[in-house]
């Protein structure tokens, strides 16, 4: 393999970095009082549009690996391509695709946890994200395996059921638990025993990521495996029970639920000799609880005798770390990213978010691989995010993570430089507008300072978005016109968004660069070569093409 870097002829590259700035969730929207982007004050966002080249990207769908252009983008698909400079199928399309095909039914996880429970006589578990969003899981691959369970012989299944409400509407929940209540009712007339055992909110419980809250895995180690936990006789009495005693409450945040039988039993915790699959495909919401179940030694809280089970994930969460060992569909082999190539050409660059966002600048840029290339020339660095909810903290850690990109860049030492402001994203999903437009304009104070930095350091800015988010905080008739619920107040969307994303690149001083209109309906997988023209070397032969020209 031929790492180098071919030097452009016709532009030598800046004096100083050039610095990819990620604005998480700030999308492109209906400018309407909807979009939380559209009514923040953002002079320096407005600057850019003035000064800076601008266009628009596609951030969802097939130009983001997704299965459909009715598919969101998201962080993790969006990181990818930014990275990667191309587009892969991602986790949607190859879980689907493994359905359709039968190829699933037909892997070693698969038979391994099947195996298991026919000889054993325990559960087949199964944990994950019940809805359709298609961004952590899908229902309908839930239901795909039940029924194939059923068809091979498998006589007891259990589904632990995180609920949604950030990925689609915030209180459809009901919708997602009485459609797989009507196929579990199926199949237990032909005699099987299936029936949903615990579940809550994906923000409350087990879905942690970046190990910013373990104890959301310890309530869901205790709910699920233990069956630990208030009781209800259903899954619809919990989450009926838990909005009347908390209106308002979203499904994303609705507490932990254990369900009982007739005895007053819990109907599943997990023992000896089960076999649990995992049905999430994204990885980072499914990395710490796989480690749970599969690590020797565990330290993050006391998960008592840990059972003898068959432990499978939808994907392999973690490639490095071979998280899990088990899996039932490959991931995207994603290789030669550009950080990859950066590293190879000695070419310093530094990575830099808060928490909730640092694996996207990592792990995810470069290809869903953990550590780095060459240490010698990449700097990463993690700002601990606030454990406070998003929208008392809209500002979030924005201005740190600028305090010390700054203080990294005016070493001079990194030519190369990325960051991720995640306020859009993470309050854009609370679905509080009005905390939104604070988040947006948290951002974009920090832009004036990247601005700044720029015209003094002789570099250029790459301004971006991964996805939408927060520029459609209210969901929309099919008229166009904002939806109300029952009281007449508009319904929060708490999901993201199939709007394009702006990019700014602004070089001042660089004479001869423009956009280049050769290129149709741009996405983020052209990105990555973008970077590399600007930095003055020809991009890779086969990435996405750049998005300027010289001369």
């Known amino acids: 393999m031929d790492w180098t870097l071919k030097r452009l ?23 309407d009082e909807s979009d939380a982007v559209f009514m923040a004050r953002k ?65 070693e996880a698969w038979r391994a946890c099947t195996e298991r429970v026919r000889s054993s006589g ?35 299944a259990r589904i632990h059921v995180l609920l949604d409400g950030r990925d689609v509407p915030e209180t459809s929940g009901l919708i997602y638990v009485d459609e797989l209540e009507s196929l579990l009712t199926a199949l237990r007339d032909k005699g099987r025993d299936y029936f949903i055992a615990s579940g809550g909110g994906r923000m409350k419980v087990t879905m942690d990521r970046y190990e910013a809250e373990w104890h959301m895995v310890e309530t869901g180690w205790k709910t699920h495996v233990l069956g630990q936990g208030r009781t209800f006789r259903s899954a619809r009495e919990a989450v009926e029970t838990f909005r009347a005693e908390n209106p308002g409450i979203g499904d994303q945040n609705l507490p932990a639920f254990v369900i009982v039988d007739e005895k007053g039993q819990p109907r599943g915790p997990i023992r000896d000799g ?33 059972p003898d089970v068959v432990y499978a994930g939808m994907m392999q969460y973690d490639g490095d770390l071979k998280l899990p060992r088990l899996f039932l569909v490959p991931p995207p082999a994603i290789t030669e990213s550009s950080g990859e190539y950066l590293a190879h050409n000695k070419i310093s660059q530094f990575a830099i978010s808060e928490t909730q966002k640092y694996g996207h600048v990592t792990y995810f840029w470069n290809g869903n691989r953990s550590g780095m290339f060459d240490s010698k020339y990449e700097t990463y660095v993690e700002i601990p995010s606030d454990t406070l909810p998003f929208e008392e903290r809209p500002w979030m850690k924005a201005a740190e993570i600028t305090d010390r990109l700054l203080k990294e860049l005016e070493t001079g030492k990194h030519k190369v430089a990325r960051l991720n402001y995640a306020n859009g994203d993470m309050v854009g999903h609370t679905g509080v507008r009005d905390a939104a437009i604070l988040a947006v304009e948290a951002v974009d104070l920090e832009l004036r300072r990247l601005i700044q930095f720029t015209e003094r350091a002789k570099g250029i800015l790459i301004v971006t978005a991964d996805h939408g988010n927060a520029d459609e905080m209210f969901d929309h008739n099919k008229d166009g016109s904002i939806a109300q619920d029952a009281s007449g107040r508009p319904k929060p969307k708490t999901s993201h968004t199939l709007n394009k994303v702006p990019l700014f690149i602004y070089a001042p001083g660089q004479k001869g660069i423009a956009l280049d209109d050769s290129v149709k309906n741009p996405g983020l997988g052209n990105i990555a070569a973008t970077m590399f023209n600007l930095l003055g070397y020809q991009a890779p032969d086969d990435y996405m093409p750049s998005l300027v020209r010289f001369g």
């Open 274 to 306: 089960a076999a649990v699959i995992f049905f999430n495909f994204r990885g980072d919401r499914a990395i710490e609880i796989t480690q749970a179940f599969e690590e020797e030694v565990f330290t993050k809280f006391d998960r008592g005798p840990r």
């Open 43 to 107: 002079p320096n966002y407005e600057f850019l549009k003035q000064n800076a080249l601008y266009t628009t990207l596609r951030a969802h769908g097939v130009a983001v690996g997704m299965p459909s252009d009715a598919d969101m983008g998201n962080s993790e698909v969006g990181h990818n391509a930014l990275g990667a400079g191309r587009v892969y199928d991602q986790g949607a399309k190859l879980v689907q695709n493994a359905v359709d095909s039968g190829t699933l039914f037909q892997s």
């Open 9 to 31: 002829q016709t532009f030598s590259g800046p004096t100083g970095p050039v610095v990819t700035c990620v604005m998480d969730g700030i999308g492109l929207g209906k400018e």
């Open 122 to 156: 325990q559960p087949l578990h199964f944990i994950g994200l019940l809805s359709d969003g298609n961004v952590h899981s899908h229902i309908e691959h839930l239901k795909a395996m039940l029924v194939t369970a059923d068809r091979e012989g498998v006589q007891a």
